[in-house]
């Protein structure tokens, strides 16, 4: 069902390139399970309160063609995703790497259509001062003209890179050292937001940093909550930014685990 990247015989994380058995067909191509370095597995994957949420994932509520939303990567309607046989690299500093291509098809005039072509890459490095990184990186371009990409056309505006972590109604969020409060809307956060569980039981990570980038800057505005949901970095938001055809959206999302 997918790649398993190790340290030092211990999992570190799983990159699903296939459903399980007996699992919806989109539910594919994404991160489950993540572990903290003591062991514990701080992704979720299906639960009961959000089924469509999956370990750490990208997808967008709304892709459009020609400004016609005809897919929902959320929840898989009309989108098929095509993952090539992933491949891994060791490298010297000790991280490994999967890498993978995937086609986007979605119905184009009643036809299956392949709209965007994704390269994507999981990076995870060994443990270093009582943290672990690992780095997502998603890199898209469009496969014809007008393909597009938004979030939720509400205050909200949730879509795009995403962490479904456990445990966060115990956990106090901060950025720029003040203290978040989760709100119905997204919100602006400075470059890094913080999960911090106070006097977790082992092997419960202490604490969870989480940072995006879009096309190498920061990306500051998430939708955030602290009862049982997705953090997300609510990128482009509700209004739809387009893909383009002669060049590359770039994407990325760093963790640091401890």
């Known amino acids: 069902d997918g790649v398993q990247l190790v340290e030092g015989g211990a999992p570190v994380l799983l990159y699903r ?3 399980a058995p007996g699992r919806e067909p989109w539910r594919t191509h994404y991160v489950h399970p993540v572990y903290s370095i003591g062991g514990a597995v701080i992704t979720e994957d299906a639960p009961a309160d959000h089924i469509h949420h999956r370990g750490i994932f990208w997808a967008w509520r709304r892709i459009l063609v020609d400004g016609v939303k005809l897919a929902d990567g959320w929840v898989g ?4 995703l095509e993952v090539t046989s992933p491949t891994v690299t060791s490298h010297e500093d000790g991280s490994a790497q999967v890498d993978v291509e995937v086609r986007w098809i979605v119905p184009v005039n009643g036809r ?3 709209i965007i072509k994704e390269t994507s890459s999981i990076r995870a490095y060994p443990a270093a001062d009582g943290a672990r990184r ?3 990186s998603v890199v898209l371009r469009a496969l014809r003209h007008g393909v597009e990409l938004a979030g939720t056309d509400d205050e909200k505006g949730y879509g795009g890179l995403s962490l479904r972590v456990a445990n ?3 956990a106090e969020i901060e950025s720029d050292g ?4 989760a709100t119905v809307a997204g919100m602006q956060t400075g470059e890094w937001v913080v999960f911090n569980w106070r006097a977790p039981p082992p092997p419960w990570p202490a604490r969870i940093a989480a940072s995006c980038q879009v096309d190498g800057h920061a990306w500051t505005r998430w939708v955030l909550r602290q009862e049982p949901s997705m953090q997300n970095c609510a990128f482009p938001g509700a209004a739809p930014t387009a893909v383009p055809r002669d060049g ?3 994407l990325g999302l760093t963790l640091l685990v401890e």
């Open 17 to 19: 390139s296939r459903p």
């Open 77 to 80: 309607d009309n989108l098929v």
């Open 112 to 114: 299956p259509t392949p």
């Open 134 to 136: 690992i780095d997502v």
């Open 168 to 170: 966060p109604q115990q």
């Open 178 to 181: 003040r203290v978040l409060h």
């Open 248 to 250: 590359v959206l770039r």
